[in-house]
């Protein structure tokens, strides 16, 4: 089963990284994707950091259905790509973005689900001015579905998708899409949207109780 994530209707879900995500040098996302459309739009994303020094990181779609690991900081600062192949619709993907703080450095893996997956498209431009969110005490929020200001909403089905507390290199990602499961690494937050039926309310998180939050009621869908 996947969630079927609506655009027209503004479907998307929020959770609360708590002191499990707080004073991150890295973070990593992952998902299965299938979109309906063509249209610039967010997997997943956290941000972190204290008001004043904020980094936003997520995967992103862009209207050519590229993939995109997506940060900025919210007051300002420098924001940095990393593209990779172009998607179609009506196929499902596997999508990974790794982001490296201190090392500079963002990682985007893409396959269509049953093929070999290829290494990490890489991009250290403009990173280093980034610096780290370290100061946090508390990140400040996440959501499935859009970029965190409820713009820009997913159109499609997603499911298996997956937060870990720090940058991953490229065979621990290949891990997690050959072996599934876990792979070698536990994710911080692992929403598997796998219920039968119906429309959901909240999403389990299979790991720390990072439960999230339907919103505008997307429904569970065969995949």
Not at 113 to 129: C, D, E, M, N
Request: glycine share 12%.
């Amino acid at each position: 089963m996947a969630l079927d994530l609506e655009s027209g209707s503004n479907q998307y879900a929020t959770w609360t990284p708590g002191s499990t995500f707080a004073s991150l040098n890295g973070v990593t996302f992952s998902g299965l994707v299938r979109l309906e459309s063509l249209a610039f739009t967010c997997l997943a994303q956290v941000s972190m950091g204290t008001v004043a020094d904020t980094v936003r990181a997520g995967i992103v779609i862009n209207g050519s259905g590229q993939v995109i690991g997506r940060a900025h900081r919210l007051d300002g600062g420098v924001q940095s790509n990393c593209n990779s192949s172009t998607l179609s619709t009506g196929v499902t993907y596997f999508v990974a973005a790794s982001f490296d703080f201190l090392g500079s450095r963002i990682d985007v893996a893409v396959v269509e689900v049953g093929s070999p997956l290829p290494g990490f498209t890489t991009s250290t431009t403009g990173i280093a001015t980034w610096g780290s969110p370290t100061s946090a005490t508390d990140p400040l929020n996440g959501t499935i579905g859009n970029f965190g200001d409820a713009a820009d909403p997913f159109d499609g089905i997603v499911q298996d998708v997956r937060a870990y507390a720090r940058a991953m290199t490229a065979s621990e990602v290949q891990d997690v899409y050959y072996r599934g499961g876990t792979g070698g690494i536990p994710p911080r937050a692992w929403w598997k949207m796998d219920t039968t039926s119906g429309t959901a309310t909240t999403i389990a998180d299979t790991m720390n109780n990072h439960a999230a939050t339907a919103v505008n009621s997307p429904v569970y869908v065969g995949n």
